[in-house]
């Protein structure tokens, strides 16, 4: 856990970094205003992170020091592939949903999810995968009228 | 003044069989859809405008106001049974429900939620018909200078009362203002941080942002955590002795849920607050005054009850300066002024002199439905309690395919899906790393509210602190934020020191 | 009369699957309609659209669902049609400000010139309001003589558009002004009931206000004087040569054949004459039913366009030359 402040202290503030120098001057917008600059919450915000960011990472790399642990340790490459690859089945159902409606992809999401985590008894994924579907399409064609989704 | 006849004739007309069916109806339609995960009060709303417009302007009103109790209700249910709420102002209810429901205590979890939400709604419904309305103006003491004050009260005191690592949790926050001040600036018209998507004029949508942060990114934690766990035993959510509500154990809850129904009431009858801020500030006042603050996040029954007597104790508070003085002071009090406005009749303080029987139909329409919720809701949990005995890899499912649906059947498109899975990564490191979702989102909702109050303070006044001494109820806030301030700095350095004690005495 | 209404519907709605059985090869419209509604659902544009959806449905024979796509003042739904290329099955309901006012006060992907407006159907009746025992009562020119003794007085706008107004109206007046952004009707009437705020733009909730006082109209933004306050001047009459009102229009996008734009707008025609339609709109949300045809309600937008750009330049120059 303490390495994971550590890190994710690390990497919150080159987040802030980025914020202040970058990301806040150049798209936090400008103009003259009496009560309060454009960019003025968004900048004390930055500094907020930034500050406590580098406070827990200071704190937890003493920490670590005292303890006599390493600061790095090269997570094994399978487990993030494990921890990854749900967020690219998600994003790539996304790009489907761009190009066809909804209720089309939806089986194919619902069911593919299924079988990728063992699920084997055929009429469970069958079910699972049309029942929702049936009342995305009664939602929407039919009770909000807002044609298929 | 009004007959009591009027009053006795309206509540018969509330307990006609014909009017409790509309109720039940928009009960039942509010319920499922607020119990469903990424559906919410907006899809109900679309699916009832049509239905309302040909319905009798009483009946539509009824169906409506069943409609919101509905919702708020349950979107509790899929707060503590999934961790993902339908609404932003249960976001509170998950910090003990989800603990508590899956430690084998969903019904519980269930009932304390589903007593809590009925007896907030029921008082403040009460407080809204007895004395409220002739104190609507009242309100009108909060100027911008109060609300400022307020909001910088509740965001100091929720972030103080978060939990886990306070740094974490104040980078958190800062994170939820940045995000909280994106789009148009108010005064200057400028864009901000939206890097010319007129999508983000407005301010990130706050449906994809909680539906991404909340219940997608949960759903992957799930995710992990159940294929971490398939090989070893699946965590089998069976019968649990234990997992029933006690008359004792609900006694013991009691002054929490009043406690929480006054801090409600007081954010709802205050317009622009709304029930995130009022579901927050009582679960963050219960975890203070409670004797073991320390259980607090680990399915506290306490905590549950908090957050949805006040989540549904704002409610019908924010009719009062919307009776009072023609304000609607949250979303579920716009809901209202359009049902009424389809059917002819503005709402505002005239209503009592010109539609009293109107006013007072809708009053015995709303503890109708009060009543009809607490029914409803208690043959439902028996029923959804079961949620957790269904194997969670088909939850894990459905539910991602409803958080995708409900932002395409709410019309966001592609930018809507596109922000729920940037969110979803977010929300998945910040659950991932133990940093606080609750001091962000709260950050994100209240920063716009404080910005635009703060700056009209500035404006009106001229930039000029004296003004406080003008406004002894904002001077009030200021002092209290003050003390709060230096309250949390002292128990903190204790506690660092007793912890520092303790790690050399070792 | 509300089951005949139900009726109606019913049978509309039946008769529409009828139709939309038969394929018909050049007879518009072939298929289901979107109504685009760039607000949330509830909202008074909303409300009227949906009313509207339903007499459009019973006129075209084809249902007509009802979309919303909420969104930078309507922007973002307008955005997205600038890009349709559906022929005018997708259309939008929505106020003339995004349309006009929209393109220069903010940077939009979309401009006057992408869409063609099948028809103006309502007249807004925005207005500058104030509140009760002020000192300056409730008459525009009172107001102005005393802003000018009285630095400082406030004002609190909610558009881009009516903050170009006042600034205008600043200049030309010499008054000095407090002007303090806030946020729709429900951040606007707290303001002005408790006195925080002298005057303040409104865009239609004075009207739930007219018979309490509340509320009094100083000026009327409207091309008239409005319905329910007959005694405030215009923008016009005050002497302030302005075009600012407020129009719900139609709007496909410009590469709509002509015969398909021809047919939406017959039905808009009828749908001005439905009962239904006029109901809701005069007497719930309290804005006229207006009829103005395709050239008309193009002509007019593009007058209030040429008549903001010169009011911009005159006051220090189009946003795009600051940068």
């Not at chain 3, 409005?226 to 996008?253: H, K, W």
């Not at chain 3, 009829?291 to 189009?318: F, I, N, S």
Request: with cysteine; aromatic share 10%.
């Amino acid at each position: 856990m303490i390495r994971k402040n550590f890190w994710s202290g690390l990497g919150v503030a080159a987040l802030a970094v980025i914020l202040l120098t970058w990301i806040i001057p150049t798209y936090g917008g400008s103009g003259f205003a009496f009560g309060m600059q454009p960019q003025r919450l968004a900048t004390l915000g930055a500094w907020l992170i930034l500050g406590c960011s580098i406070v827990l990472t200071v704190v937890s790399a003493i920490a670590l020091k005292r303890r006599g642990e390493s600061i790095v340790a090269i997570p094994d490459l399978g487990h993030l592939w494990h921890q990854a690859w749900p967020f690219l089945y998600v994003l790539g159902f996304i790009v489907l949903i761009d190009r066809f409606p909804l209720t089309w992809v939806a089986p194919l999401l619902i069911g593919g999810l299924l079988l990728l985590l063992g699920e084997r008894r055929w009429y469970v994924v069958v079910l699972t995968a049309a029942v929702p579907t049936a009342g995305l399409y009664g939602l929407t064609a039919h009770l909000m009228r807002i044609g298929v989704v | 003044m009004i007959g009591f006849d009027a009053i006795l004739n309206s509540f018969a007309a509330a307990l006609h069989y014909e009017s409790i069916a509309i109720i039940l109806g928009g009960v039942l339609l509010g319920y499922i859809v607020g119990v469903i995960p990424g559906l919410n009060r907006a899809v109900a709303i679309a699916i009832a405008i049509p239905l309302t417009f040909y319905m009798s302007a009483y009946a539509a009103i009824a169906f409506l106001i069943g409609l919101s109790k509905g919702t708020a209700a349950g979107s509790a249910v899929s707060a503590i049974l999934l961790n993902t709420p339908g609404e932003p102002s249960s976001a509170a209810t998950c910090l003990d429900g989800y603990p508590m429901a899956s430690s084998g205590k969903p019904r519980k979890a269930l009932k304390v939620g589903l007593l809590a939400s009925v007896i907030g709604d029921l008082l403040a419904t009460l407080l809204l018909i007895a004395v409220a309305i002739p104190f609507a103006s009242v309100a009108l003491k909060f100027g911008p200078y109060e609300l400022a004050a307020i909001l910088i009260f509740a965001l100091v005191f929720i972030a103080g009362m978060a939990g886990g690592s306070f740094l974490k949790g104040l980078a958190a926050g800062g994170m939820g203002v940045i995000l909280g001040t994106v789009g148009l600036d108010p005064e200057t018209g400028a864009m901000r941080l939206t890097f010319g998507y007129a999508e983000l004029m407005e301010g990130v949508p706050i449906l994809p942002l909680v539906i991404g942060t909340l219940a997608l990114a949960e759903m992957f934690v799930q995710l992990d955590e159940y294929r971490r766990n398939k090989d070893a035993s699946v965590i089998k959510l069976g019968k649990n002795a234990d997992d029933d509500l006690s008359y004792q154990e609900f006694k013991g809850t009691l002054p929490t849920i009043l406690k929480s129904t006054g801090v409600g009431a007081f954010v709802g009858a205050l317009p622009g607050l709304g029930p995130s801020v009022g579901a927050f500030m009582a679960y963050g006042l219960a975890k203070r005054s409670a004797k073991d603050p320390d259980s607090f996040g680990k399915g506290n029954p306490n905590g549950i009850a908090a957050a949805e007597a006040s989540d549904n104790a704002v409610i019908p508070a924010s009719y009062i300066p919307l009776f009072g003085l023609g304000i609607p002071g949250s979303v579920s009090a716009a809901l209202l002024v359009g049902a009424f406005m389809i059917h002819g009749i503005q709402v505002g303080p005239l209503m009592l002199r010109d539609h009293p029987e109107m006013l007072f139909t809708l009053f015995s329409g709303m503890i109708v439905a009060s009543l009809l919720m607490l029914a409803v809701g208690w043959y439902g949990l028996r029923l959804f309690a079961r949620v957790t005995s269904v194997p969670p890899h088909i939850v894990i499912s459905v539910v991602i395919f409803l958080c995708l649906a409900g932002i395409q059947v709410q019309g966001y498109g592609t930018f809507g899906l596109v922000t729920v899975f940037v969110f979803a990564i977010f929300g998945y490191f910040l659950k991932k790393f133990d940093y606080s979702f609750v001091t962000f989102l709260v950050a994100f909702i209240v920063t716009p509210m404080l910005e635009m109050n703060l700056r009209q303070s500035v404006i009106l006044s001229g930039g000029e602190f004296s003004i406080l001494l003008e406004r002894p109820i904002a001077l009030a806030f200021v002092v209290f934020t003050v003390l709060m301030v230096l309250h949390l700095g002292w128990t903190s350095y204790r506690r660092w020191m007793q912890a520092r004690y303790k790690a050399k005495q070792v | 009369m509300k089951m005949k209404l139900l009726g109606t519907a019913v049978l509309s709605a039946a008769m529409a699957v009828g139709v939309a059985g038969q394929v018909q090869a050049d007879d518009f419209p072939t298929k289901p309609l979107t109504l685009v509604v760039g607000w949330g659902a509830g909202g008074s544009t909303d409300i009227q659209a949906r009313v509207l959806a339903n007499v459009l449905e019973e006129e075209l024979g084809q249902p007509v669902n009802v979309v919303n796509q909420p969104g930078a003042g309507g922007g973002v739904a307008l955005a997205r049609l600038a890009n349709s290329t559906d022929e005018g099955y997708t259309f939008v309901f929505g106020t003339s400000m995004t349309i006009t006012f929209g393109p220069l006060s903010t940077e939009t992907t979309y401009d006057l010139d992408d869409f063609r407006y099948v028809a103006g159907v309502t007249l807004g009746q925005s207005a500058i309001v104030t509140g009760e025992n002020r000192p300056f009562g409730d008459s525009w020119e009172d107001l102005v003589a005393y802003a000018q003794e009285n630095p400082g007085t406030s004002y609190a706008n909610q558009t881009a558009l009516d903050r170009m107004i006042i600034e205008y109206i600043a200049q030309r007046e010499g008054l000095d002004l407090r002007i303090v952004p806030t946020s729709g009707g429900a951040g606007m009437a707290p303001l002005i009931l408790s006195g925080d705020v002298d005057f303040a733009y409104s865009g239609g909730t004075h009207s739930g206000y007219a018979e309490t006082g509340e509320m009094p109209v100083l000026l009327s933004l409207a091309e008239d004087r409005l319905v329910a306050y007959p005694d405030a001047p215009t923008l016009q009459e005050a002497g302030y040569d302005i075009n600012a009102a407020e129009i719900r229009v139609a709007m496909v996008p410009k590469d709509t054949p002509d015969a398909h734009v021809e047919r939406l707008a017959e039905a808009l025609k009828a749908a001005t004459e439905d009962e239904r339609f006029i109901e809701v709109t005069e007497e719930r949300i309290l804005m006229p039913v207006t009829w103005m045809p395709e050239e008309e309600v193009t002509q007019t937008l593009r007058d209030q366009v040429e008549g903001y750009k010169a009011l911009l330049e005159e006051l220090g120059g189009l946003p795009e030359d600051e940068e």
